[in-house]
């Protein structure tokens, strides 16, 4: 259990010996031993003790805080990497415009490699025509990216094409007719296909983010997004490659039944939940058994096993983001060539 998700409104955590206990008014709802964590994720309205926040930064305990329609909030972080002459690698790195060029096109080439795959792997059962376009057109697209490295303004056009053609396949992938899909939107999602595609990415975020405090480098300084108060670049560059199979993750659940419109709520947010929204309300968000189905499901994607690119053995996802993060400081310290991950 290295990675711990707890959702129960109004619930708080205390702690007790080397065990933390979540309760709910005077009912305990669960414990479990601290030595067996390394991250721990509160999802909407979840207090902790003094105690307990002392104890989680003293034992470097990553600690996420989302809102509970999947919106990061912030964390607790105790002392940041030792290695201050890797952050000066990546800095240097990246104040070179050619070097972010670079690495730009290798992150939206894996990106696009990536959904492509995930599109194959779908066509062997499904015939629809948008994704054998949609594979087509964007087939052709990544044969020219590979031909050159593009500015990247022009870089984002392609990304841009490529995402359009993508996701308008979306809709053939999904099997079930109670969850149609017109488009990605957010901020916040407007339907349930979005709702689940949000907060799954905001997990695989503070999967790569955790990678990124681990290994030492800057979260905030990245090479595809731009610069902005606030966000993590590099954090944000790292997963576009992880996407697609957040996508697939998403896509199974619905056809497979296991998450259904019984597991949402419309127009309302949970007790003692605040929002960015005037209204204090949302178009769509999960109920408390549609947050486990997403939470069991993403914790079980992230403790699969993939073969590694060029390696022969298969790692665990959340090791291989980690060994992505490695690579990428090796190559800002000019040590090794990056390379996307590829879902092979």
Not at 189 to 209: G, R
């Amino acid at each position: 259990m290295p990675v711990v998700y707890i959702a129960d409104q109004g619930s708080h955590i205390c702690k007790k010996g080397d065990r933390l206990y979540v309760y709910r008014g005077n009912q305990l709802l669960r414990w479990f031993h601290t030595k067996d964590i390394i991250q721990l994720i509160l999802v909407g309205n979840i207090g902790l003790t003094s105690q307990v926040v002392t104890y989680l930064l003293k034992n470097r305990i990553d600690t996420v805080f989302l809102s509970y329609y999947g919106k990061f909030k912030g964390r607790l972080v105790g002392e940041f990497g030792k290695n201050v002459m890797l952050r000066v690698n990546q800095f240097q790195y990246l104040n070179e415009p050619e070097n972010r060029v670079y690495l730009a096109n290798l992150i939206i080439r894996g990106k696009i490699e990536n959904s492509l795959l995930h599109l194959a792997k779908r066509k062997k059962r499904n015939k629809a025509e948008s994704l054998t376009f949609a594979y087509i057109k964007n087939k052709a697209l990544l044969a020219q990216l590979k031909t050159q490295i593009l500015p990247k303004d022009i870089l984002l056009g392609y990304e841009g094409i490529a995402a359009k053609n993508y996701f308008a396949a979306f809709p053939d992938l999904i099997a079930n007719p109670d969850f149609p899909f017109s488009g990605r939107n957010k901020r916040p999602p407007k339907d349930e296909v979005n709702a689940m595609l949000s907060l799954s990415y905001t997990f695989l975020m503070n999967q790569v983010m955790c990678a990124a405090y681990i290994c030492g480098l800057d979260p905030y300084y990245g090479a595809l997004h731009d610069l902005d108060y606030g966000r993590q670049s590099l954090v944000l560059d790292i997963m576009e490659e992880f996407r697609p199979l957040i996508d697939n993750m998403v896509i199974s659940l619905i056809n497979r039944k296991e998450i259904r419109l019984e597991h949402f709520l419309y127009n309302t947010l949970p007790d003692d939940e605040n929002s960015d929204l005037d209204n204090s309300t949302l178009p769509v968000s999960l109920t408390k058994n549609g947050m486990k189905i997403i939470i069991t499901a993403f914790s079980k994607l992230i403790n699969s096993k993939f073969n590694y690119n060029q390696l022969s053995e298969q790692w665990i996802l959340k090791d291989i983001i980690t060994l992505q993060i490695r690579k990428l400081a090796a190559h800002f310290d000019n040590k090794k060539e990056y390379s996307p991950f590829l879902w092979l």
